[in-house]
């Protein structure tokens, strides 16, 4: 049975950094591709990051580029978004997602969630 669970969310200030963490159970990292989403009330949840861990292949979207970093701990079943450099347009709910054979990077391609976790970045 697949699971994840997601933690790690918090308030920073700008320019500050946290780590999510997701804790999967019911596949390898091999098999599936994890994805990273965030969404902000009222708007349509959008991909932050996703990773192939088999392929080697990422996606960072254009807005997190050069500042999040996409990792994986296929040992202690866990995997990471490293964030820094927050800003205040990055405050959302992030949620962390796998799923065996999504198209890509696009949220309704994936059927494994855990639940949300909030960022708030603010002064």
Request: charge should be negative.
């Amino acid at each position: 049975q697949v699971q994840l669970v997601g933690s790690g969310g918090g308030f920073v200030q700008p320019g500050g950094s946290l780590r999510l963490s997701c804790a999967f159970a019911g596949f390898d990292l091999d098999d599936y591709t994890i994805g990273w989403f965030r969404q902000v009330p009222g708007n349509e949840r959008e991909a932050v990051s996703c990773i192939n861990y088999n392929t080697g292949s990422i996606y960072y979207a254009d807005s997190v580029k050069g500042r999040f970093i996409s990792s994986g701990d296929s040992h202690n079943n866990t995997v990471f978004l490293q964030m820094y450099s927050l800003k205040p347009e990055d405050t959302a709910v992030y949620y962390c997602a796998a799923d065996p054979n999504p198209r890509w990077c696009q949220w309704f391609e994936y059927d494994f969630w855990a639940q949300g976790t909030q960022v708030t970045v603010s002064s």
